[in-house]
């Protein structure tokens, strides 16, 4: 659950997102160290004379400005790449859910079941009680098990829609007349 004023993600409920959270710091570890290299550089340029013009024109320079980049976007591609994997694999889903974005509600149904199927109403802000979320609550939730792995069919009837999870590291857009899908594993309740 988020909290107010945090700074940072929230704490990873799926191993998809343990893996996000972990490419997310390799990344921005990345990122911190070409910052800091070219801020010293901007700073040592601005703070001495230029004495060595010859060395501009030298072909190792070039190559390993050439080289360097390389490697550092295979070094950052090379994690990416693995994770989207790890998402779209489908290892028997234990239970297969299917939510449908309406205009103000979604639907969800069991697919497993039958007959297994209800629609999920935001609470109004009126009707809120003390310490429940604004624009976050519902009158009925989805149940899921924890430590399977569980389908989601998610489509549209109307509308674009966007059904996320942020601590499962999901997010699936719901288009009318086209079924995307995606898989979930929690490893803790909430």
Known sequence: MAYPMQLGFQDATSPIMEELLHFHDHTLMIVFLISSLVLYIISLMLTTKLTHTSTMDAQEVETIWTILPAIILILIALPSLRILYMMDE??????????????????YEYTDYEDLSFDSYMIPTS????????LLEVDNRVVLPMEMTIRMLVSSEDVLHSWAVPSL??????????????????????
């Open 90 to 107: 489908i290892n028997n889903p234990f239970l297969t859910v299917k939510a449908m974005g309406h205009q103000w509600y979604w639907s």
């Open 169 to 190: 590291g999901l997010k699936t857009d719901a288009i009318p007349g086209r079924l995307n899908q995606t898989t979930l594993m929690s490893t803790r309740p909430g």
């Open 127 to 134: 009707e809120l009680k003390p310490g429940e979320l604004r």
